[in-house]
Nanobody, 124 residues
């Protein structure tokens, strides 16, 4: 198993930047594909971004492409999400997740391990 703990959320203004972190412990971090999901009030949890084992391949949802950057540091067992040009519609609880699956990786059901989430609020 792997345990995940997010941090870095907060209240920012539209156009600001924020960097989320996810610290992993337990099994070898580099064996997992990692992702960020988010859930806004009254909405279902949605895929944001994912990164492969070595960190050399990423994929983003259309809503964040060009503004967010996912990265990982396997030596530190850490996952990051750099969020730039934030918009009020980015307001949500952000979760990091880990999977050993290989397909349909934008589907949250493919992820076995989740953090507790960190709140991001973007004021207009």
């Amino acid at each position: 198993q792997v345990q995940l703990v997010e941090s870095g959320g907060g209240l920012v203004q539209a156009g600001d930047s924020l960097r989320l972190s996810c610290a992993a412990s337990g099994r070898t971090f580099s064996r997992y594909i990692m992702a960020w999901f988010r859930q806004a009030p009254g909405k279902e949890r949605e895929f944001v971004a994912l990164i492969n084992y070595r960190g050399n391949s990423t994929y983003y949802s259309d809503s964040v492409k060009g503004r967010f950057t996912i990265s990982r540091d396997n030596a530190k067992s850490a996952l990051y999400l750099q969020m730039n040009s934030l918009k009020p519609e980015d307001t949500a609880v952000y979760y990091c997740a880990a999977t050993e699956a290989r397909t349909t990786l934008t589907n949250q059901r493919r992820y076995d391990y989740w953090g507790q989430g960190t709140q991001v609020t973007v004021a207009s």
